[in-house]
Each structure stands twice: as C-alpha cells, then as structure tokens.
C-alpha cells in the first residue's frame, strides 16, 4: 500500500510536468504562426508607405497558417475571440493597400499592437512565461517577447524616415523625437534579445543550442545597426539617406528577423520535446519499480498459497464437522482378518500369566511374556 501510494503521488507530478510541457509546445507553434503574420503585416505596411505594390498572397497564407493553429490550441489556449478580432482587422486593411497617410500607418499600429496582446495570451495561456528551466524560459522571452517587439519596432521606424524623407527640409525636424523615441526602443529589444539568448546558452545544457543562435542572432544585430539611421547631432534632425538603401536594410532586418524567429521557435520545441522524453522514462521506471515492489510483496503470500496446495492431499476429507471420519461415498471398507491362533478361545491357563502379577528379578524385570498377553 505505501509502495502504491508512492506511486500514485509520481504519477500525477509526472503527468502534470507531462501536461505543462505539452500546453508550452502548443504555444510555441501557436507563437510561429503568429510571428509569420507579423511579418507579413510589417512587409505590407512598409511597402504601402514606400508606394510599391502590395501582394497579399504572402499575408493571405500566413494568415490561413494562424487560422489552423488557432483552430487547434485557440480552445484551450482561450484565444477564438482574440484571433477572431484581429484577423477581421488584417482583413480590413486591404482597402488600405496603396495609401500613403497618416490613417493607414494608425490602422497598421492598432493591427500591430492587437497581434502583440495575442502573442503575449498565448505565452500567458501555454504558461511558457512560467517554465522552469532557465534556458526555454530565457530563449522563449527573445522570441515571443523582444523579438515581436523589435519586428514592430523597426517596421514603424522605417515608416516614419519615409515619411519624414518626403517633407521639406524645414519640416523635418518635427518627428526627429519619434524617430529618436523609436531608435532608442529598436536597440534596446535588440540589447535585451542578445541578453536573452546569450543567459540561454550559459543555462543550456544542450551541445547545438549555441551554434544554431549565434549566428542568426549576429546577423540580426548587424542588420538592426543598418538600419538605424544616422543622427546628425549638430542639425538636430536625421540625416538625408535615400529611400533605396533604407528599404534595403529593411529587407535585411526582416530576412535576419525571420531566420532568428526560426531557429530560436525551434531550439524551444527541441527543449520542450527533450523533456517531455525524459519524464516518459521518468515515468516507465516509476511503472517498473512498482510492479517489481508488489510482485516482492506478494512474493510471500503466493509462496504460501503454493506449499498449501502440496500439503492439501495429505489431510484431503478430513475436517472438524460433525461428519468427520465417515468414509467417501462409493469407499469399501476392507474386511480384517486376525491370526489364525488368535481366532481361538484362550484357556484357562492361558489366561493365568495376565490375570496373576508379574513375577520379576530385584530389578523389576518382568521374567516371562507371552505374545499376545496383551490381548
């Protein structure tokens, strides 16, 4: 009993450690979808503000990739309704495509920002915020958290030079406190996303987590530097750089953005998927354990059972009832026959030595006996 107890206690830690990890790698992949989108929206906004022509197959397809996942972790992530808005905001912003206004940039932030409140009830509802092991909680706050921010971030940013680069001279100095609010903000994700991965690999016990992020994570930062554009200090306003090579180093930021997304998303469900390996051994030799213990246990018992069953034939029909030592039904009772010289009436001085006391030596030794004086 107390070996069963035991058992029944590990079993449903191990289930529940079980349950976590799975609802984690739900919201890891719930997370990928979501991040497709989002860089599929940034890609849409920023050639929306630059004029070029917008395809909406790209954002379509990432689009429909999100609809599945939330089709299946939205119910017990709890996200129907929250996807269910934004997509019906994404969907509102195809009569938007080919504007350049100061409307399309809000409508593009307030999808941005309702897409950003989903990842993060995802991260919530999956309680990847809440791992336990430091490396998946530190890698997993890069890439739900400062790395959506930074997509964001630097989708806004080229927005704004765009914009800013179409005004005259004299006027653009009055978004150089937005432009500056929104560099600052860019580098920090970047400096925090760097931290993050670089504690994960000092937590990590796994031998490829370091090689598979650094390099993408270097090209992210090369790429983010690139693309903050230059302040003069003594002009107080952003430099005159041309709309070519500003949309070059953001198509740069949102290839090295999608590479970093990729490899960190799948160094998580590696993590997630390695751990749910070791609490299924975990949990096999708790199983094997326990059967041994209670075959041990009643090792005993069925060794007694064993040596009664060979001992039963000895007493077979014997018991303490009333009937007791009555023969079998169909049992022939054998007919005795005594000796031929017992058959016959002892005589009278036959009779003499067992009826007269036994006559003995000092000793007591009885000096004659006769078969049969018994009887």
């Not at 990890?21 to 630059?50: F, K, N, P, W």
């Amino acid at each position: 009993i107390p070996i069963v107890t035991l058992f029944g206690l590990v079993w449903q830690s191990n289930r529940g450690d079980h349950e976590f990890a799975t609802a984690e790698r739900q919201g890891t992949a719930y997370i990928d979808a979501l991040l497709s989108v989002e860089l599929s929206l940034a890609e849409s906004q920023v050639a929306t503000v630059s004029g070029k022509t917008v395809s909406r197959e790209k954002l379509t397809r990432a689009v429909e990739r999100a609809a599945e996942a939330d089709e299946r972790y939205g119910e017990g992530l709890r996200t129907r309704e929250r996807w269910a808005e934004l997509r019906a905001k994404i969907e509102a912003l195809s009569g938007r495509i080919g504007t350049d206004t100061d409307a399309s940039l809000s409508a593009y932030k307030e999808t941005t920002d309702l897409l950003l409140a989903l990842v993060e009830k995802v991260r919530n509802g999956s309680r990847l915020i809440r791992d336990p092991s430091a490396d998946t909680y530190y890698l997993q706050d890069a890439a739900a958290q400062e790395l959506p921010e930074a997509i964001e971030t630097s989708s806004r940013l080229v927005c704004v030079t765009l914009v800013n680069l179409r005004r005259p001279s004299a006027d653009q100095s009055l978004v150089l406190a937005d432009m500056l609010s929104l560099r600052a903000a860019l580098t920090s994700n970047a400096v925090d996303l760097s931290d993050d991965v670089r504690q994960t690999v000092d937590a990590t016990g796994s031998r490829t987590l370091g090689g598979n992020l650094l390099s993408p994570l270097d090209r992210f930062r090369r790429a983010v530097d690139a693309l903050n554009p230059p302040i003069a200090a003594k002009q107080e306003r952003a430099e005159s750089a041309s709309t070519a090579s500003l949309l070059k180093s953001w198509d740069e930021v949102q290839a090295a953005a999608g590479a970093l997304s990729t490899a960190m998303l799948v160094e998580i469900s590696g993590l997630l998927v390695e751990r749910l390996g070791v609490l299924d051994e975990e949990l096999t030799v708790a199983v094997a354990v326990t059967v041994l213990a209670v075959l041990l246990a009643l090792l005993p018992a069925v060794v007694a059972i064993v040596r009664d069953r060979r001992r039963r034939p000895e007493t077979e029909g014997w018991s303490d009832s009333p009937s007791a030592g009555l023969p079998p039904p169909g049992y022939v009772t054998p007919t005795w026959r005594r000796p031929a010289e017992d058959l016959a009436p002892p005589t009278l001085p036959a009779l003499m030595p067992a009826l007269m006391p036994a006559q003995g030596d000092a000793a007591g030794t009885t000096t004659w006996e006769r078969p049969g004086a018994a009887r």
